[in-house]
């Protein structure tokens, strides 16, 4: 018999389909994007995460055979892309503080291509998860050693410093040495180390930790003491003028 839970979601989604078919692939339904107005558009969202997926390959030696960590998933975009553009590869885990995101890419995704898993993890983030555990309490779900490639577009950009050093430092742990992170960030030069929501920048942001931007020289302080190093900075070619980011495991 159907769950209480089951009715709700089959009668919201006849208001607000769950998922939409575009050139071949299964996308969020609209409601349920993360990234801006922009990703509205169908072509718009799956050639981005396509196109993400061309910038792992170039700069993270992408290929079908990588095991890759993408923290802070959302509802597929990187996974969708990797798929349209590779096929499915040896490993993929999503992970994410919103259990929504997991939940969707658990039932849309998963079944069509088995090695893409991913994992809703109950780390606090006052905007996403504001009831959720420390980062510092928090170990990924993965072992030493064992990553190709990890990727966060548009995560750290809303997150405080502490919270990017715990993850560092995870990322440090499961990475293979020499491997490398992608990642966008609000970096700007010659401004204050940290700072949430910085007015007259960009454009005008709503809430906690919308917007988080970091000095460039802080960023790259918070990077080398977890013991990797910036060796691509492409500044503010990506989403809202955040800058795009190769790190690597010394
Ligand atoms: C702007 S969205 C970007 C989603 C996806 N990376 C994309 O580019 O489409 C930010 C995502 O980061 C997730 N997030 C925030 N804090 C996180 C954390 N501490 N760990 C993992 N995911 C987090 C949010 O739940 C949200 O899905």
Redesign the pocket.
Known sequence: MATLRTIKRRVRAIFKPETVLHRGQILPGKNLR??GAH?LDNEAFLAAGER?ARALMQWCGLTADSVVL??????G??AIGIVSTLGNIRSYCG????ET?IDWCMRFITPHHPSFVFQY?D?R?E???PSGLK?AETRLPLQDSSVDVIS????F???RSG?VCA?LEEFRRILKPGHKIFLTAFVEEGVKDEEENPSGYQREWKGSLHCMRFSLSFFRSLVEASGMEIIFYDHGTETDGQSAFVLQRR
């Not at 993408?70 to 509802?75: I, M």
């Not at 992970?95 to 919103?98: A, R």
């Open positions: 993360f990234g990703f993400d993408d923290v802070g998933c959302g509802t975009r990187l992970i994410d503080v919103n995101a993890i780390i983030n905007r996403y998860n980062s966060l577009y548009s995560v950009s809303h997150m919270d993850y």
